[in-house]
Structure formats: C-alpha cells, structure tokens
C-alpha cells in the first residue's frame, strides 16, 4: 500500500521541485523504502516533444520511448528507477484520454466537465502502478495559482480527503527573498503562496523553503503560525553549489526524518543504519565534488548555448564522469553559429571536445568545423546523435572526396550519406516511419540494443558486446549505399543495430580518442554510475 508525497511550488518556478522531489526519493531509498517517481505538467502539449529547447529545456527521453520533462532525468540520476510513460502526465494527455473515451461512448452521454471527468483521470494517473511501492513521490509542474494547474490541485485536495493523512502528505516548495537594504528574509509571499494554497482545500504538512540564507528561530515561528505548519516542518532549502550536495543537505535539515514522522515510520534503532547509508553516498560524494585532485577544460560545440537547461543530462553526465575521474570540469560552451575562426581560437584552450545532437541545419557548418578540428588536432572527441552524423559528413567530404556529402534532414539536394531509413528491426519487430507523419512519430524514440564490434575503442570503452542506450533522431547513416566511401574516410563502424543495418557507433583508426554515437548516452548517467564513453573522454582528456 504507497504512500503519497505531493510536491507543489509557490511563489514563483524554477524554485527546483524537480531536485526537491528527486531528493526525496533518494533519502527515502537509503532509509530501505521503495518508490514511485511521477510529475503532472500543467501545459496543454501532450508531451515536450515537439518544443523548443529555448521554450522548455531540455526534451529527457525514456527507455521505452516516452518524451518528458527535464525532470525525470533528476529522477533517474538521483534515485538509480527507470521511469515510464505511465508517470508522466501532461494536460495534453488527459484531455486526450478523455475525449478519446466520450467519442467512444464511455461516459454513457453524460457531459463532461473538469470535475469529475478530467479530475478522475488525474487521479487515476497518480495511483496507477502504486500498489508495489512503499512511496509514491508526485511532484505538480508550474506554481500554485497558474490558471492551467487548478484542475491538478483540485485532483489532489480529493486524493488527500479519500486516501486520508495516514496516507498523503502535502509538501510545498517556497521562496523566501532576502533584502539586502533590511537586511532580512521576508515571509510574505510564503504566507500569500500557502493562504492561495488553503483556499483551494490544500493545507501543507511540510514547508520547505528554499533561500540564500538560513533561517532562524524567529523566521520557522513566524511562517508556522502565519501558515498553521510545526515550527519543525518548516524547512530551510538553501542555494547549493552543486545540484548532488542537495540530498545530505535536506537530511541534515530533517526532512526525511519528518516525512516517515508523519507516516508513524520513524525506528530509532535504525537512525544510526541511516545516517551510515546518508554518510557512504551522499556525504562521500560531496568530498569528490568539493575537492577534486584534477582540474579540466572542455568545448560544447552547440546551438542552444544560451540556455544551459537545453543540454541539461550533457551537462550531467560531463560532471558525473569528472566525479569518476576525481576532476573538475569546466565547461566552454560554444555557439555552432558563431565564424570558423573565432570557434577555432577558443577551441585551442580544451583539452576534450563534445558535438551534441541537435534539429535542423542550423549551425552544422561550425560543429563540422569543431569535428575537423579535433580530428586533425587530435583531441579527444565524442559525438553525439547529429555529433556523429556530421563526423560523417566531415570525414566524406573532406577525405572521402564526396565533396556534396550531406544529409537530408538539411537539403533536398546531394550525395546523402546521412538520409531517412523507413523501416528498422526492433527486439525482432519491423518498425516503420513515414515522412509525412507526426513529429515525434517519425523518430527512434527510446532504448535500443547496439552490437559491439571487438578490438575497437567502443568496446574498449564500454567493456562488452552487447549494449543499450537511448535515441532520439529521424535520420541515420545509409551506411549501405556510401559504404566505400565511409570506410575510405578512416571510419569505423564498431556499432550496429542488431540486424546490422544501421550504424551506432563510429570511431576513427587515425586518432588516438575519436568516437560518436548515434543514441544519447547522456540519458542513462548518474553521479555514482557514469556513462562509460563520457568517463572515458574525461579520463583521455586529462591523460
């Protein structure tokens, strides 16, 4: 039977319920409950799929396909769960499901409105699959008093009454802005946040408040009595250094003591096993991130540099391989559109060099650029998805002598090495797509397997033959009909889909670290489990 935590936001977003509601379920793990990681976004998309990074970060893709919020990385990084379409829930999707059941008939002509029809359907999505796990940790996208969230709090004040306090707890993300004329925290839009709160039926159990300074004896007491929350349960969230400081950060504060106090958990006899499990992986990991022996340089060659969220499990995963490595890593981010020369001079600095994925042609010419660079200059490089198509295109045009390589994704017209497959084998399934289908349709959406040939760095790196990682891209590389000209170009393919059609992996026989990949290896890092191709670029850059 789960127990249910709902993590709401107040008083403006990017507050960070995402961390907040990951660093909950890890305490909770490391205390030996099990749990259940879900999110309902308020926008009426049905998935991000089909957004603008600039609009909405980064797009984090699951292993069986599902497009979702930058969140569920948090969730997979922090707690080690794979999540699922089935914890992921946009109004998009519930307006959807409901229509598709009153075209069907299902509400036996009954008209339908917000409540009970759209609240039921939330409801339902938040206890769905919840009956195996000790904690189910529901996390509501936006702020309290958006016009899009009404229907999810609604949801929520009815799960609470059914399910009652023995099985529910309302926690409420909070901000408190520190004036520096006066010299002090101000509470108000805590207290105005809460009563908006309060008005919709939701009284918090739990205040986490996240602020640049501590707060005091005299600051819980106030927005205990102003916000009828225990002056124990109002909890300081204080700005961090480092995203991965933050789940020791709220044990020493006592929030996951304070959630198993609600739910009558609390062994004393177990506190000391806690804090040893606390101590060996938070607290260790907080040493490696604070005081690194190392110390490293790496370019980003991308172009949605001017939103770091955009590439947010990248930038993740080039940290989780600097911990591994006992390094520091400094990231140069790059703008793709930016003249060859100024992208050259402030390449010469880094030691490593990352292409990511990406939509479209812009910015291509300067990523290619970098790829050159770093192959003649012998940096360590990895590519990503689009990374490895135009390592592709780089090395045909300019050793190859295809001189009108490219790919279809950017033009209509040359020799397309890079080109859109219809059909490919999945687990022993053809899968097909058509050009004129849905966005999100026409992709490779999720986990697949990828051979790996011996005797090349990719097994090196990875150490198998076997391995799965997850993709998201529309075109591949049409390895059967440039072959000559490919491996003319020093190309390896030491990666192939399982029928071997379609190449995953390629490296270079000219360069002593040179491979890219067509999955998004950055989707299944953690601090604690790096993804090998980025544990091994860090550790060949510092070599």
Known sequence: MS?????????????GKGIASASIGALLQLRGYSIKMKKLDPYINVDPGTMSPYKHGEVFVMDDGCEADLDFGHYERFT???????????????????LNKERHGDYLGSDIQVIPHITNEIKNFITKNSENVDFTICEIGGTVGDIEGLPYVEALRQLSMELGKERTM???????????????????PTQHSVKQLQSMGIQ?????????????????????????????????????????????????????????????????????????????????????????????KIAVIGKYTKLKDAYLSLTQAIAHAGYANNARVDISWINAEDTPENIEKLLKDAKCIIVPGGFSSRGIEGKMHAIRYARENKIPFLGICLG???????????????????????????????DFMKNWDKEGFIEERKEDGDKGGTMRLGSYECKIAEGTLAHKVYGKSHITERHRHRYEVNYAQYKDVIDSSGIIVSGTSVDGTLPEIIERRDHPFFIATQAHPEFKSSPLSPNPLFYALIKAGIG
């Open 80 to 98: 080690g769960i794979c999540c699922t379409r089935d914890d992921s829930l946009t109004t998009g999707r519930v307006y959807e499901k409901v």
């Open 388 to 418: 490895l198509q135009l390592a592709v295109i780089e090395a045909c045009r300019n050793i190859g002598g295809l001189a009108d390589a490219t790919s279809r994704e950017f033009t209509d017209k040359g020799s397309f090495v890079i």
């Open 204 to 296: 918090p159990d739990i205040l986490l408040c996240r602020s640049e300074k501590p707060l005091n004896n005299e600051i819980r007491a106030k927005l205990s009595m102003f916000c009828s929350v225990a002056k124990d349960n109002v909890m300081a969230a204080l700005d961090a250094e480092n995203i991965y400081l933050i789940p020791n950060q709220y044990h020493l504060e006592g929030l996951d003591r304070q959630i198993c106090k609600h739910f009558n958990l609390l062994d004393s006899n177990a506190e000391a096993q806690v804090e040893t499990a606390i101590k060996n992986k938070w607290a260790k990991l907080t040493e490696v991130i604070l005081h690194p022996k190392h110390s490293i």
């Open 170 to 188: 309302r926690i409420h993300l909070t901000f408190l802005p520190y004036i520096k004329v006066a010299g002090e925290l101000k509470t108000k």
């Open 3 to 15: 127990r249910f935590v709902f993590v709401t936001g107040g008083v403006m977003s990017s507050l």
